[in-house]
């Protein structure tokens, strides 16, 4: 099974590339769920009826302009949870559910901006609270995929510059010690362990060349349950839609798992 994530950056504008890509992913195999972050749309604007005419189940969550979540399958789905029962918080950021005897969550962290800002603080708070409510969830029979876009690195091989970039945003010892807690949890980062010499990006800022210069970050995780390693067959980041017209500044990331 294939499972994968995206930050799509506005579904609006980037609804026929999602399903081209549902169709063609690469190396042959399709998506069986795909999870989608900064949809940027109100629920009553969701293209739906694009997805199930595709033959697709689906959940989504969303509010107007910011943050925004989806989770699309080729499979039945259940037990669909929207946010984090560890915090009341009023942002779309979260939607999971069970499909294909999996517990998948869809994940859109929160920036933090800047390591002195507000907005970080409350970064941290939501960060405790996934946290949280992973630990009740290990309790569950079925296996965790915990996917999207985490806003963390997890150590400098995640990151073009790591001196320039020391102690900034995304790269903050703070968040990175909460990227290892979830690692405690018992979850293995799908990536790295595929690719342990890491310097493999998944997001290129629009402004000063980021793309074509390949100065970049990896943020994009897929966290499996310990439970699913010997599952494990690849992870990947398929660059190919970031260069691509108006593409988002994130690219998708797979991971096939032994059915």
């Known amino acids: 099974m294939r499972l994968a994530t ?10 026929d590339q999602v399903l081209a890509w549902l169709e ?4 042959g195999s399709k998506v069986d769920v795909l999870v989608l972050q900064e949809t940027k749309l109100s629920d009553d604007m969701f293209p739906f009826q694009a997805f199930t005419r595709a033959g697709f189940d689906l959940s989504f969550f969303g509010q107007k302009t910011y943050n925004g979540v989806a989770l699309i399958s080729r499979h039945p789905i259940s037990s669909v949870v929207k946010n984090m029962p560890t915090l009341d918080d009023p942002m779309a950021r979260v939607i999971s559910a069970k499909v294909l005897g999996l517990r998948v969550i869809g994940a859109y962290f929160p920036n ?3 390591p002195l800002s507000d907005k970080f603080v409350y970064k941290m708070k939501w960060l405790s609270a996934l946290q949280a409510w992973l630990t009740t969830l290990r309790l569950e029979p079925e296996p965790i995929v915990l996917m999207g876009d985490f806003n963390i690195t997890w150590d400098d091989l995640d990151v073009w510059d790591p001196v320039g970039l020391k102690d900034s945003i995304h ?3 703070q968040e990175r010690e909460h990227f290892q807690a979830l690692v405690d949890l018992g979850l293995l980062d ?3 362990s595929i690719h342990p010499e ?4 998944s997001w290129w800022d629009y402004r000063e060349g980021g793309w074509p210069r390949n100065k970049g970050m990896r943020i994009d995780h897929i966290l499996l349950s310990l439970s699913l390693k010997e599952r494990l067959l690849a992870c990947e980041i398929d660059t190919e839609p970031r260069g691509h017209e108006r ?5 998708p990331v797979w991971v096939d798992l032994k059915d």
Request: overall charge positive; glycine content about 6%; some cysteine.
């Open 247 to 251: 593409p988002s500044d994130h690219a």
């Open 190 to 192: 799908a990536h790295r």
């Open 198 to 201: 890491g310097k493999k990006f």
């Open 6 to 15: 995206w930050n799509v950056n506005s579904l609006n504008v980037r609804l």
């Open 171 to 173: 790269c903050t010892h």
């Open 112 to 114: 933090g901006q800047d």
């Open 24 to 27: 063609h992913s690469p190396e």
